[in-house]
């Protein structure tokens, strides 16, 4: 702008001295030489000043100019650094998106990490209790079978008893019976018949307890009745009764719950004070269950929690389950359930 305004200042100075160099032909006639020599002088002097003005305006264009390219130099400098700062804040923004892309991808690799340590975590859990759960039911299977070998080897040494020593002492006491007859006068053959008939019947006895015959040939509430039979013939303490629709089972389900209810009874005859004893058989949907009731049982004297201890082991062993029912003080209820297939 200031060079525009210049540049017109020095075309009007221009203008102005152009015009006063003309001079019209009627002055000049007019004039003396002394006025010619005064208007020089006076023409010289407005040139002289002209031309001042026209250097200091030229100056002063200059200084403009210099000034301009000062100022320009100050704004390229500005421009400079402006442009300088833009590129600085573009690689801060770059920069600034790098760390969030890298912060997002950060988080999602802890996301991963996480969800697969978690994953990792309840396969694992899910593995260990899985393989607790089958060494439970195979600890359970193994000891069912432990119990199926003992009872076989029960089954075996009570054939033995029956069939080779039963039948010697059964010689024996018909050989004594014989001799005793022929020679009544001869006490020694009449005390070998009563001890032979009396280890005959206490064989039996013993093979019986050993293994139950009718296991093997009727169902198992006959097998238990036979049991609760002999056992209130024997004894006068405590009177137990069956109740209960024949179930169908193997015969090593029969033996299982006939060894546990042997179990009951003895223990019951051994700790309880109960007159009356009802024992319930029924079917669940995977096994049978047993419902114990000792009626007139006196509390205070029999701690029955304690007592119970060798018939929990006993079911537990078989993967069955004990759980108490009820507890007064005239009776005393649990419940004994026991599956019939482990796994």
């Avoid at 389900?253 to 179990?263: A, H, P």
């Avoid at 007064?328 to 482990?342: A, H, N, R, S, W």
Wanted: proline share 1%.
């Amino acid at each position: 702008m200031n060079r525009v305004v210049c540049s017109i200042v020095l075309f009007m100075s221009h203008l102005i001295a152009w015009s006063n160099d003309t001079i019209s032909e009627i002055d000049v006639q007019k004039l003396t030489e002394s006025n010619v020599n005064t208007f020089k002088e006076r023409k010289g002097l407005e040139k002289f000043q002209v031309d001042s003005f026209r250097k200091s305006k030229e100056n002063d264009i200059h200084a403009a100019n210099v000034k301009i390219k000062h100022m320009q130099g100050k704004m390229q400098d500005l421009f400079e650094v402006e442009r300088k700062e833009i590129k600085v804040r573009e690689l801060l923004i770059a920069k600034n998106k790098e760390r969030v892309l890298h912060l997002k991808l950060r988080k999602n690799l802890i996301l991963m990490g996480f969800f697969t340590v978690l994953i990792i975590s309840a396969t694992a859990l899910f593995v260990f209790f899985r393989y607790k759960k089958e060494q439970k039911i195979l600890a359970r299977q193994i000891s069912r079978l432990v119990f199926i070998a003992g009872e076989e080897e029960k089954l075996r040494f009570s054939r033995e008893l029956h069939d080779d020593f039963q039948a010697t002492l059964s010689i024996i006491h018909i050989m004594a019976a014989y001799e005793f007859r022929r020679s009544p006068e001869n006490k020694n053959y009449g005390e070998l018949k009563n001890r032979s008939n009396a280890a005959i019947t206490e064989i039996r006895k013993i093979s019986e307890d050993l293994y139950p015959s009718e296991i093997k040939t009727v169902g198992l509430l006959e097998s238990l009745k036979s049991l609760v039979k002999r056992t209130n013939a024997h004894q006068t303490m405590t009177k137990f009764c069956l109740q209960g629709d024949e179930i169908e089972c193997t015969s090593d389900m029969r033996m299982m719950w006939y060894r546990i209810v042997q179990k009951l009874m003895n223990n019951t005859l051994k700790h309880s004070s109960a007159k009356e004893v009802t024992m319930a058989f029924s079917v669940q949907a995977k096994g049978f269950e047993l419902v114990y009731s000792e009626l007139m049982y006196n509390q205070k004297d029999s701690p029955r929690k304690l007592d119970l201890d060798v018939v929990k082991n006993l079911i537990h062993s078989l993967g069955g389950k004990l759980t108490v029912k009820s507890q007064t003080i005239d009776t005393y209820d649990f419940v004994v359930f026991l599956e019939e297939k482990q796994g």
